[in-house]
């Protein structure tokens, strides 16, 4: 199994910044796509960023701009740079990745348990 370990989150102002991690921990082989979601309140969970074992990254429009990802391949960490944050950020933010396990051939979706941001006007 992989865990997935989020950290980063909580209350800033708009236009301040905050900066998310994750780490994934486990028999792990490879992990090929990381990548960060989040969930409005009262919203279906959407896709921010994405980010490859290469490092091709790809980004939502509405965060184009002021939130980068990378990933730190030796530490299986990937991070959210998060800046000019707006109340509509707010959200839950979830940390995803695509990994073999040791014990594997192919590679099954794990999930962070959720970290939250609150961006108060």
């Known amino acids: 199994q992989v865990q997935l370990v989020e950290s980063g989150g909580g209350l800033v102002q708009a236009g301040g910044s905050l900066r998310l991690s994750c780490a994934a921990s486990?028999?792990?082989?490879?992990?090929?796509?990381m990548a960060w979601y989040r969930q409005p309140p009262g919203k279906q969970r959407v896709l921010v960023a994405v980010?490859?074992?290469?490092?091709?990254?790809n980004i939502a429009d509405s965060v184009k701009g002021r939130f980068t990802i990378s990933r730190d391949n030796a530490k299986n960490t990937v991070y959210l740079q998060m800046n000019s944050l707006k109340p509509d950020d707010t959200a839950v933010y979830y940390c995803?990745?695509?990994?073999?396990?040791?014990?594997?051939?192919?590679?099954?979706?794990?999930w962070g348990q959720g970290t939250q941001v609150t961006v108060s006007s």
């Open positions: 980010i490859t074992n290469g490092g091709s990254t």
């Open positions: 995803y990745c695509n990994a073999v396990l040791t014990t594997a051939t192919v590679s099954f979706q794990y």
């Open positions: 486990g028999n792990i082989r490879s992990i090929n796509t």
